[in-house]
């Protein structure tokens, strides 16, 4: 039970370290966050996105507000499963950028080290009450700021 309880603390570390990174509009943060063949896809509004996750550490290098909008930030790990040396995160953010989103990450464990493989993402719009939304798990929360 105990080596279980350490990959879960270790893929929300691994979280933690992304969110670390894009408040910190540190785009060499996010690359060391994912693989290097990750990828990510989701919808900002309608507008469909998919790219190599060097295009998101592109947009976190450009991003010259961090500073005014990272101040409001917050952000909630709503659910962590693992499954041996996969697993799944779920994380709500509040304020990054002025928006909010739900990211859905997959992380593999390769030498020892959790990494995230692909992210999944949408932006919720303001009048949006329920962040969870309509099937949210609460399977782990807590409201954070990301320091």
């Given at each position: 039970?105990?080596?279980?309880?350490t990959a879960h603390d270790d893929v929300r570390a691994a979280v933690e370290a992304y969110v670390s990174a894009v408040s910190a509009a540190d785009?060499?943060?996010?690359?060391?966050?994912?693989?290097?063949?990750?990828?990510?896809?989701?919808?900002?509004?309608?507008?469909?996105?998919?790219?190599?996750?060097?295009?998101?550490?592109?947009?976190?290098?450009?991003?010259?507000?961090?500073?005014?909008?990272?101040?409001?930030?917050?952000?909630?790990?709503?659910?962590?499963?693992?499954?041996?040396?996969?697993?799944?995160?779920?994380?709500?953010?509040?304020?990054?950028?002025?928006?909010?989103?739900?990211?859905?990450?997959?992380?593999?464990?390769?030498?020892?080290?959790?990494?995230?493989?692909?992210?999944?993402?949408?932006?919720?719009?303001?009048?949006?009450?329920?962040?969870?939304?309509?099937?949210?798990?609460?399977?782990?929360?807590?409201?954070q700021t990301a320091d």
């Amino acid at each position: 039970m105990s080596q279980r309880k350490t990959a879960h603390d270790d893929v929300r570390a691994a979280v933690e370290a992304y969110v670390s990174a894009v408040s910190a509009a540190d785009p060499k943060a996010v690359r060391a966050a994912f693989r290097a063949d990750a990828h990510m896809w989701g919808y900002l509004g309608e507008q469909f996105v998919s790219a190599p996750i060097e295009a998101f550490s592109e947009v976190v290098a450009a991003d010259e507000d961090a500073p005014r909008w990272s101040r409001d930030y917050t952000y909630s790990i709503r659910a962590v499963e693992v499954s041996g040396d996969v697993a799944v995160a779920v994380l709500d953010e509040y304020g990054y950028q002025g928006h909010d989103f739900t990211n859905h990450f997959s992380l593999v464990r390769q030498d020892g080290a959790w990494l995230i493989a692909s992210k999944t993402f949408f932006r919720r719009y303001p009048e949006s009450s329920d962040p969870a939304g309509a099937a949210g798990t609460g399977a782990e929360s807590g409201d954070q700021t990301a320091d």
